[in-house]
């Protein structure tokens, strides 16, 4: 069992839409959570971390939830430049305290 | 704002060749990282190091060495390249304290081994 899962999409959405995404890990001692986005052809990039209240950044929600071990982000209203793969992050405890694990990423292209 | 260099972004190398892809930061971090990216399987950790000299495995370091010098630079070093090294290949660094966790990427040297 891989230790980040993400559905690997495509999630093919109109703009303006509203699209989730949701990651499950595998590791319990997990401690930090991130999104990071990569647009086609490019490194990635952190795009926001996910804290265990949740949090928000304009148009784009992440939450946390410990007791069944997934991630989720939530994009409103989108745009046409937000098709990207966004990766989901852990930071696990039981790892090398500089390490962290990616997902496979899911890919979401906003249509017009 | 933080900038990763890598030396190549696109190579093609033979088979047991040596390949050398170099990578330098201009921030003064002391984490840097080595991953390699294929598609399903995403970012996979070859080794990373957190001062110069020091170097640790990641989760897939056969046939893989590296080397740092000097802080700025890291390079990962393939002793005799196969064809199941083609790939892309992606170099991060990252602050050591808090706010480590952000890794910045360069990007990424596309590797085919034929």
């Known amino acids: 069992r891989k230790e980040v899962e993400q559905d690997p999409g495509p999630f093919n959405v109109p703009e303006g839409a509203t699209v989730a995404f949701n990651c499950t890990y595998s590791?319990?001692?997990?401690?930090?959570f991130f999104w990071y986005r990569q647009d086609c052809r490019k490194e990635p990039k952190l795009l926001m971390s996910?804290?265990?209240s949740g949090n928000e950044d304009g148009r784009f929600t992440a939450q946390l939830n410990r007791a069944s071990q997934y991630i989720s982000l939530l994009i409103r209203d989108s745009k046409l430049s937000d098709s990207a793969t966004y990766l989901c992050?852990?930071?696990?405890?039981?790892?090398?305290?500089?390490?962290?694990?990616f997902g496979s990423g899911t890919q979401l292209t906003v249509l017009p | 704002d933080v900038k990763v260099t890598q030396s190549s972004r696109y190579l093609v190398k033979r088979t047991g060749e040596k390949v050398f892809l170099e990578c330098v930061q201009d921030m003064d971090h002391e984490n840097m990282f080595w991953y390699r990216q294929d598609p399903g399987l995403g970012l996979r950790l070859i080794y990373f190091?957190?001062?110069?000299?020091?170097?640790e495995k990641g989760d897939i370091p056969e046939g893989y060495s590296v080397s740092r010098e000097k802080k700025e630079r890291f390079s990962l070093i393939l002793e005799s390249a196969s064809t199941n090294q083609t790939s892309m290949y992606l170099c991060?660094?990252?602050?050591?304290?808090?706010?480590?966790?952000?890794?910045?990427f360069g990007p990424g040297t596309r590797l085919l081994v034929l």
């Open positions: 992050v852990v930071k696990s405890l039981s790892g090398s305290a500089r390490q962290l694990t």
């Open positions: 190091s957190y001062d110069v000299k020091m170097k």
């Open positions: 996910v804290y265990s």
């Open positions: 991060a660094s990252s602050l050591l304290g808090a706010g480590g966790e952000t890794q910045y």
């Open positions: 590791n319990s001692a997990s401690q930090s």
